[in-house]
């Protein structure tokens, strides 16, 4: 099964950045939505950043106007610049791949942010 690498992971101080990236080398990547997605312990996953083959973006409530997602359609990437990072933001980010024909998910990269 395709496999979504992302990177960008660690730590960071509060009010401090990160950057994580996702490639999802797939023919169908310039047709579908990209989205990431986080789960901190104790709590439900949650849609944080999407943007679709339209050009539609959105971001959950809780990080619009720090999170900034932006995908590269010839390089079969997607990026989440994150900005201001609060501990709240603490959690593992999964990278999303979805299109007509399936849905992928990466395998998760830590975020620990400290107070």
């Known amino acids: 099964q395709v496999q979504l690498v992302e990177s960008g992971g660690g730590f960071a101080q509060a009010g401090g950045s990160l950057r994580l990236s996702c490639v999802a080398p797939?023919?169908?990547?310039?047709?579908?939505?990209m989205s990431w997605f986080r789960q901190a312990p104790g709590k439900q996953r949650e849609l944080v950043a999407f943007?679709?083959?339209?050009?539609?973006?959105d971001y959950l409530t809780a990080v619009r106007g720090r999170f900034t997602i932006s995908r590269d359609d010839a390089q079969n990437t997607v990026n989440l610049q994150m900005n201001s990072l609060k501990p709240e933001d603490t959690a593992v980010y999964y990278c999303?791949?979805?299109?007509?024909?399936?849905?992928?998910w990466g395998q998760g990269t830590q975020v620990t942010v400290s107070s």
């Open positions: 797939r023919p169908t990547f310039s047709l579908s939505t």
């Open positions: 999303n791949s979805s299109s007509v024909q399936d849905t992928v």
């Open positions: 943007g679709t083959v339209g050009g539609t973006i």
